[in-house]
């Protein structure tokens, strides 16, 4: 790998480890272990490598793992795990992708320190090596858009398991995040969104909203506090991005815009509508009614909606069904038509895990082999 040379032996191993296809993760490369470097000192990276990934592990399991005595590694995972680059609580310690899940976890609590300005650069920097298309290989239906919601007859075709107002009538604790970790680390990289700010943070539902709240990363909101925040960020034209499965079950809705989301980012860059569930209705255009003002392409955040030398020019296949574009279009030129691929969200993460696994393994194998 070039530019290695200079790299400490315990940063390159531990590299090695977060590029495993386990942990979703890139390939082998000077960006990614400059990241390392960054995230963990050469003693803790010793250390950090014996981690499992996911599912934490004592600290006596991981000392004998390693082959020290777990006095003498347990301050530095507990560093680590202060700082966020590992899993470290009552349960033990593990390993988390690099993105999704450290990214998240290491900046919701909203910290702004020059480290993390650093670690911004650096991530950003890996997720530019393009390696996510690597996973897309196969329909991995792990997260869903909730559509606006609306009471037109003609357009509210949607159910009740596809809408905010849902979630929010069905948990007790509800809470929002104190930072949208991606438009976050866009500010912290020098990027401004042009449709929010990085202290909108995603809305969280259940014993989800409990834990935010317990780790200092967010506050709790009632019903009608989180109704009024849902009327506002769809004021902003942003898409809302659930986990794929049903209301009752704990969740967080990220709020996204098509600048500064990571996801997204992926969705159009790299047609990662394999990763998206099938929305339950898909925009349709009626051309005879366009007067091509392209309001609705100044609001879609997939680029379905585009204008070319002062034509609409409309892609269903980039439509996620969000239904920003039907608010925005003033000659109702836009309505939302049933899809029939549609499926009902999974009743709970069992579900959903059983569900996602075999084309998640499939395309792991796809692109293990590619490497």
């Avoid at 990241?35 to 014996?50: G, R």
């Avoid at 650096?122 to 329909?139: D, F, K, N, P, W």
């Avoid at 279009?329 to 549609?342: F, L, S, T």
Wanted: charged fraction near 25%.
């Amino acid at each position: 790998m070039k530019g290695s040379n200079g790299a400490h032996p315990a940063h390159l191993d531990l590299a090695v480890v977060f590029s495993s296809i386990a942990l979703l993760g890139p390939r082998m490369s000077e960006e990614l272990v400059r990241l390392v470097a960054h995230l963990f000192t050469p003693e803790e990276a010793e250390v950090v490598k014996h981690l499992p990934f996911y599912v934490p592990r004592s600290l006596k399991a991981i000392a004998r793992k390693a082959g020290r005595p777990a006095a003498e590694i347990k301050p530095l995972l507990e560093a680590a795990g202060e700082r966020r680059t590992i899993y470290g609580g009552s349960r033990g310690y593990c390993l988390m992708p690099i993105i999704p899940g450290m990214f998240e976890y290491l900046l919701m609590g909203g910290a702004d320190t020059p480290w993390h300005r650093e670690y911004a650069k650096r991530l950003q920097a890996v997720i530019h090596t393009g390696y996510m298309r690597e996973y897309m290989s196969r329909s991995i239906p792990a997260v869903r858009n909730i559509p606006v919601q609306t009471a037109l007859p003609d357009r509210n075709r949607v159910v009740d398991a596809d809408l905010v107002s849902e979630m929010i009538r069905a948990h007790e604790h509800l809470a929002v995040l104190h930072v949208c970790q991606c438009r976050q680390a866009a500010h912290f990289t020098g990027g401004k969104c042009r449709r929010s700010a990085p202290s909108d943070g995603c809305l969280v539902f259940g014993s989800f909203a409990q834990g935010a709240v317990a780790g200092g990363n967010g506050r709790p909101v009632s019903r009608e506090e989180m109704h009024a925040i849902v009327e506002e960020r769809r004021k902003r034209n942003l898409v809302f991005l659930a986990a794929n499965v049903s209301p009752t079950s704990p969740n967080a809705i990220c709020t996204c815009c098509d600048c500064c989301c990571h996801f997204l980012g992926a969705v159009n860059r790299y047609e990662g509508r394999a990763l998206m569930a099938e929305p339950r209705d898909l925009a349709e255009v009626r051309e005879d009614l366009c007067n091509d003002c392209g309001k609705c392409s100044r609001v879609c955040n997939t680029y379905a909606h585009r204008m070319e030398a002062g034509r609409h020019v409309y892609e269903a296949r980039k439509c996620i069904g969000c239904g920003v574009c039907l608010e925005a279009c003033p000659e109702q030129a836009i309505r939302m038509v049933g899809n029939p691929r549609y499926r009902k969200p999974a009743a709970g993460y069992p579900t959903l895990g059983l569900k996602l696994f075999p084309p998640l393994a499939l395309s792991g194998l796809k692109a293990k082999i590619r490497r």
